[in-house]
């Protein structure tokens, strides 16, 4: 009987042993999951942080894309009205081209014409000839309808003395 009660004992102490074995290995076990844990939770910590970075910068690249949205927007619709005003003034200056032709035409019909030349041959008032070279040194006033008895506000004729001719004419005679 001594020797059940002694492996009784035994027994019973080898399972303090296991058990007291088993609870220091527990212990140290949550400790390394603890400081696992720890580690996890710091690298989450830094994940969030990371990610309510690029959470800002995403946001900054989205108001900064909105804003360049806009102004390519802002672009385009300046490109089209550009694009229109062009096509105005092309179709202005094919206009103006076209009017230059006509009025050279008519220019050269005119040089060959001899009653154009000789009215053209005429002198030229100094009342008038002086809005031409900007020699005018005061306004006339507008003539008297009383006047010369024209009666209708207009100038007289002015005296051959004041007339101008064309120097170019006056060298040719």
Known sequence: MINVRLWIEYCLVGVLV?????????????QVQAQKVETVQQELEKSENTIRAFEDRLETAETINSAQENIIMDIANQRRVDGERILELIDTYSSLSQ???VLR???????KDDDAKR???NPIPDSVGCVYD???????PPADPGKDGAGKGLPSKAPPSTMRSDPETEEAS
């Open 18 to 30: 296991a058990s007291a074995g088993l609870a220091v290995a527990n212990h140290f076990r949550v």
């Open 105 to 111: 035409n008519r220019l050269i019909l005119l040089e």
């Open 119 to 121: 009215y053209l041959d």
């Open 134 to 140: 900007g020699t005018c040194k005061t306004p006339t």
């Open 99 to 101: 009017s230059d032709k």
